[in-house]
């Protein structure tokens, strides 16, 4: 997978050196690449910004550098992500759709966002017919000063659900939100008995079924609080 992502702070995206993703890109499993969107102004001020139309608080960002920065990256199937908070929420089944892809591009806003005709201008019919696909995400219903920090909840979300990222992959299988409601049980581990707290007895019974049937218990407990 390739992951590309725009942005006025490439410095915010120094942690996917690290851990699992970072790993990934070592064993060419992934290919992420952050470009500085002043790099596509043509001023000398690097001006990526201006008042709004209609007036109001804050400033918008220019459509014309998001436009040059993205006809560069953008390539037939890519699926550009624009970060807002009006946005779809993010979740765990749009983290697999997102998985799916070949090539993701993250659009991170600043200000009061980026200019509404950016998302309209590649949702068009030339952009679909070459499998390019715009959609709006929102990591949750808070306002954030940036979308750097919503991609990289993203990527990470994203990321470990690639064949390869993760050491073992029955991690995905039964953990939370793997399927609709889903939450995982509790997890322990020694010592057995911590700050006068044991673990519950049945995990050290070596009863496999009694163990399944705990854990499932648990695991419907957590859901059903959660409702
Ligand atoms: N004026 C915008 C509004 O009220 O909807 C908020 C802009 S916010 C201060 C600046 C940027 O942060 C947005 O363009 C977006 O890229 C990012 N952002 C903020 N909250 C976000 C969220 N919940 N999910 C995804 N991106 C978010």
Partial sequence: MRIDAITIFPEYFAPLQLSLIGKAQERGILEVKIYDLRDF???NHHTVDDTPYGGGAGMVMKP???GDALDQVLTPDSDLIILTPAGRR???RMAEEFAASKHLIFAC???EG???RVGQYYSQEQFHSQSIRV???SIGDYVLGGGEVASLVMIEA???LLPGVLGNPDSLVEESHAHEGFLEYPNYTKPPIWRDIPVPEVLLSGNHAAIAKWRADEAARRAK???
């Fill in 158 to 160: 994203i990321t470990r």
């Fill in 109 to 111: 806003g600043r200000y």
């Fill in 64 to 66: 014309e550098v998001w």
């Fill in 225 to 227: 609080n959660q409702l």
């Fill in 90 to 92: 993010f979740d765990q």
């Fill in 114 to 116: 980026i200019d509404a």
């Fill in 41 to 43: 102004t043509s001023d």
């Fill in 135 to 137: 959609h709006e995400v």
